[in-house]
C-alpha cells in the first residue's frame, strides 16, 4: 500500500510472489512525503517512507 501523508490517499498495488521486486511509476503523484506499507494476509510486514521531490 502506498499511502500519500497529506492527503491520506492510498493506492494498492499486487504483488507477484515469484518476483523479488516491483516497480511502481510515481511520476504521476505529486510532490511529498508517502508511506510504502508491505501487508502480507492482512498483516501489516514493514513501513518505508518515500519522498517524491
Keep these: 500500500m502506498f499511502t500519500e501523508q497529506t492527503?491520506?490517499?492510498t493506492?494498492?498495488?499486487i504483488?507477484?510472489?515469484q518476483?523479488?521486486?516491483?516497480?511502481?511509476d510515481v511520476t504521476g503523484h505529486?510532490?511529498?512525503v508517502y508511506?510504502?506499507?508491505?501487508?502480507c494476509d492482512g498483516n501489516?510486514?514493514?513501513t518505508?517512507?518515500?519522498i517524491i521531490n
Aim: net charge positive; charged share 15%.
Design 15 to 17: 504483488l507477484d510472489t
Design 35 to 39: 508511506l510504502v506499507s508491505l501487508i
Design 44 to 46: 501489516l510486514i514493514k
Design 30 to 32: 505529486t510532490t511529498g
Design 7 to 9: 492527503t491520506n490517499n
Design 11 to 13: 493506492y494498492n498495488y
Design 48 to 50: 518505508k517512507s518515500l
Design 19 to 24: 518476483t523479488s521486486q516491483k516497480n511502481i
